[in-house]
């Protein structure tokens, strides 16, 4: 299999910079998603296998409590979702966050972010011998189009299915072509079912799907996809800053993921679905967290500090997150895999 580690984080840096000037109002946002999350109904079996949770939780965040699976060890938000959720999700403007204002932001970001993604995966399939210039490729959960957009700067043939219709429409204003279509939350899985794409991908929003199985039994169902590319958030060091530092603005736990993947877990799921592993980056910004924590609680008291913080991280992030990443202990993986049927 084809293994990569590690990501440059000086163009991250940049676009998340909003994340450190802005921290009350993020974690503001955050905490109003969590109340919402609050809201749902109790989470009794682990998204991933079914298997029935513990009483006992693992860790808590942000006033959260997550519980791990005592099977394939995936770590769960105290709370299912529905719909309903997503719908008060998008209404809170948590979006916003994602959105650039800009053709040129828009590009940058997409660049930063969702290029190097899009790059593997040619890569990937080209190391494989595939031939994929001839295929077609559907993002599930688009959002704004980044990596349909990133796709397309690569010659291929893409388009995506997103649940938020102003993200849709935002989209397609930046990608100056209707590649992107809006679909209820229930349709999605039909969708998938009667896509003719003989990739599909999911960047970033599997830990956002609560119906695991009907999602993977349309995939291993539809004869015409071949291939699935997904990035999916991890538990990882990032998890655990956040739970230490409340006062900070918190990426993944705390209601703005519901679940998140552990190397079981994410062992499970291919295993389970016959999804044959091809190749996998593991990258994350847990370096970048710790920094964004230290740098905001210094600033409470000593600019001076905060400044010596910026300096010390911003020159050795990358070699901090390589360690991270190679101990697979980073906040995201990223997998080819081929369907086998």
Known sequence: MINKFGKPM??????????????????????????????????VVCVVCSSPLLESHYITSHGLRYFMCEVCRHVNGEFRVDGSFYEQYS????????????????????????????QFLVDALEECGVPYENYSFLDVGAGSGYFVGALKDLGLNASGI?????????????????????????????????????????IGVLTGIED?????????????????????QMFSLSCIIESVFPEVYNRQLGGTLTHLFSRSSLEWL?????????????????????????WVMAGQSSKLLQADIANYFVENADALQLVVDKSLFGGESTLLVEVSR
């Open 10 to 43: 000086g163009n991250i840096l940049k676009s998340k910079e909003t994340f450190f000037i802005e921290n009350d109002k993020h974690l503001q946002r955050n905490n109003a998603v969590r109340d919402v999350y609050m809201r749902q109904g109790r989470r």
């Open 91 to 118: 209404e809170i403007g948590y979006t916003e966050i994602y959105k650039s204002p800009s053709l040129d932001e828009y590009r940058e970001r997409m660049i930063a972010i969702y290029t190097p993604k899009a």
């Open 162 to 202: 997103e649940i938020s219709q102003p993200q849709v429409s935002y989209g397609n204003i930046m990608l100056g072509a209707e590649l992107l279509k809006a679909v209820p939350p229930d349709k999605i899985v039909d969708e998938i079912s009667s896509t003719n794409c003989q990739v599909v991908s999911i």
């Open 212 to 232: 695991m199985h009907s999602f993977f039994n349309a995939i291993k169902q539809n004869s015409n996809i071949q291939f699935v590319f997904f990035n999916v």
């Open 270 to 294: 291919c295993s389970h679905y016959s999804l044959n592993p091809l190749a996998e980056w593991c990258f994350g910004t847990d370096i970048m967290d710790l920094y964004r924590s230290f």
